[in-house]
């Protein structure tokens, strides 16, 4: 592969070499935990024990840096545990954090219960406000910007490039969660960010049949990116080689399923914003949406993710959320079949009563690949039931 091979060749080929030996095109997978060694610390390619390092995971972490466009990649048990390993290294007690009002309930929940326990304050602000974020901004305390765009589950959309010049500015580090978008529609390395982070569970992994995260380090952050990679070793949160290689086969295909399911949402988004029953349809792809302009620049396509308001409110967006059949009722997103989540008692529940409650009569679809008129008839039975 050329050093200037375009999103989709690297997304097949960066560290997806075939295999010297046998020529299998496909690596293989190295479902192994130790290796042996041509003498005391004769080490083949630098492989001890897989904690350390698995070629598999190595393949991963290839791809995922060249994805992003950083100088590093690192394969997680789940997208907490790479949150977790990121904060815990580059945080100390007495820090700050500011961190969107409208992010994955589990990563305000990790700040606010496991890192608060150990002395680390945050600040809940709307990242899409640069005010309100450079007023939430404690100078020389602030350690963390955690930004997620699209958030989850309003859809907001927080600008990166100005947010990191605050960040640079600041001196602290520029977080983002590119978890909705999917480096196959936005890259924050290039926008600025420090570090990006995934819940690879999702849109990476593409499939819903694994959990994992990842953590990509922008050029200048060799040092943390370093520091984190001894925290994974000696922590120990690292992916299985199945699931690196399920999430590196996946991510094949991640230009394509990004397409379909932006696609698709659009079609849902505005079946659903036409419909009375519907207060709001939060989608950034709709021109009503109050970050569609921001997002169509710092994005090349709106995904797969929208959320609605009911004009009912919460009951009624109780009755929706169980009245869809292809739309299946579950937690987690980015999968190539559709679901629909309740976020106030689902994915979010743990942060009712909090800065970062999400309203009772709101509902997220994940859009899926399937056939679009076969998801809008889906969703039309279930406004019917309204
Ligand atoms: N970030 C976002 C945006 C998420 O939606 C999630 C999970 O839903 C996570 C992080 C956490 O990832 P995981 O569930 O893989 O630990």
């Known amino acids: 592969m050329h050093d200037d ?25 190295y479902l192994t935990s130790t290796y042996v060694q041509d003498g005391i610390g004769g080490l083949r390619g630098g492989y001890e024990y897989s904690r350390g390092g698995n070629p598999t995971r190595t393949a991963l972490e290839t791809q995922l840096a060249a994805l992003e466009g950083g100088i590093r990649g690192l394969s997680f048990a789940s997208g907490l545990a790479a949150e977790d390993a990121l904060l815990r290294t580059a945080l100390r007690p007495g820090d700050h954090v500011v961190i969107g009002n409208d992010v994955y309930g589990g990563t305000h929940r990790l700040i606010r219960r496991i890192f608060g326990d150990w002395g680390v304050t945050h600040s809940t602000v709307d990242t899409s406000d640069l005010d309100a974020v450079r ?28 947010l990191a010049e605050l960040g ?28 990006v982070v995934h819940s690879t569970t999702k849109y990476l992994g593409g499939h819903s049949d694994l959990i994992g995260g990842a953590l990509v380090f922008a050029a200048g952050q060799e040092e943390l990116a370093e520091q984190v990679g001894f925290t994974q070793f000696a922590a ?32 849902i988004a505005e079946r659903l914003a036409a419909h009375p029953g519907v207060a709001r349809v939060f989608y950034p792809g709709l021109a009503s949406h109050p970050g569609h302009e921001l997002a ?20 009624a967006a109780h009755r929706f959320a169980e009245s869809t059949e292809l739309f299946q009722l579950a937690e987690s997103l980015g999968g190539v079949e559709s679901l629909v989540n309740h976020p106030w008692s689902m994915t979010h529940a743990s942060v009712r009563g909090t800065d970062a409650e999400v309203p009772e009569s709101i509902v997220r679809l994940s859009v899926g690949i399937e056939d679009v008129d076969d998801l ?3 969703i039309d039975a279930a406004l019917a039931r309204l």
């Open 5 to 29: 091979a375009r999103f989709d060749t690297r997304a097949i080929h960066a560290g997806q070499e075939f295999d010297p030996t046998t020529g299998a095109v496909i690596p293989p997978v």
């Open 168 to 195: 640079q500015e600041a001196g602290l580090l520029t977080v983002v969660d590119n978890t909705f978008a999917s480096p196959a529609l936005q890259q924050p390395i290039s926008l600025g960010a420090d570090v």
């Open 135 to 162: 007023g939430a901004v404690e100078l020389g305390t602030t350690k963390v910007l955690w930004v997620e765009t699209p958030s989850n589950p309003l859809m907001k959309i927080s600008d990166v490039a100005a």
């Open 376 to 378: 809008l008839a889906d």
């Open 296 to 315: 169509a620049r710092q994005m090349s396509g709106f995904g797969g993710m929208l959320s609605i308001e009911l004009a009912g409110g919460g009951e």
């Open 236 to 267: 120990g949160a690292v992916s299985s080689p199945f699931d690196a290689f399920l999430t590196s086969r996946a991510i094949k295909t991640l230009s394509v399923r990004m397409q379909r399911h932006s696609e698709n949402a659009l079609a």
